[in-house]
Nanobody, 116 residues
């Protein structure tokens, strides 16, 4: 059974930082492209960042220079370091594992709220 468990969300002031973590099942992690997506109220889910099993990285333009995605293959984990947070970053953040067969597995999401 594939499981993705996110943690690290919370309330932070504008300009602050948060680090999200996603622990994945070993059965899916090693071959998967891992990603972070987010969904704000009333909006569609959007890509934040992805990282392939070879370390290739892609960011949404809105987070370039502020967010950093990384993965630890020994721990079956992917991280999202978020700096210089803005109110418009407020959303539920989801961890995604895109398998080699193209199947997506999703975590339950973690709330990030940027507010003073």
């Amino acid at each position: 059974q594939v499981q993705l468990v996110e943690s690290g969300g919370g309330l932070v002031q504008p300009g602050g930082s948060l680090r999200l973590s996603c622990a994945a099942s070993e059965s899916i992690f090693s071959d998967a492209t891992m990603g972070w997506y987010r969904q704000a109220p009333g909006k569609q889910r959007e890509l934040v960042a992805t990282i392939t099993r070879f370390g290739g990285i892609r960011y949404a333009d809105s987070v370039k220079g502020r967010f950093t995605i990384s993965r630890d293959n020994a721990k079956n984990a992917v991280y999202l370091q978020m700096n210089s947070l803005k109110p418009e970053d407020t959303a539920v953040y989801y961890c995604d594992a895109n398998s080699r067969t193209g199947v997506d597995y999703w975590g339950q999401g973690t709330q990030v709220t940027v507010s003073s």
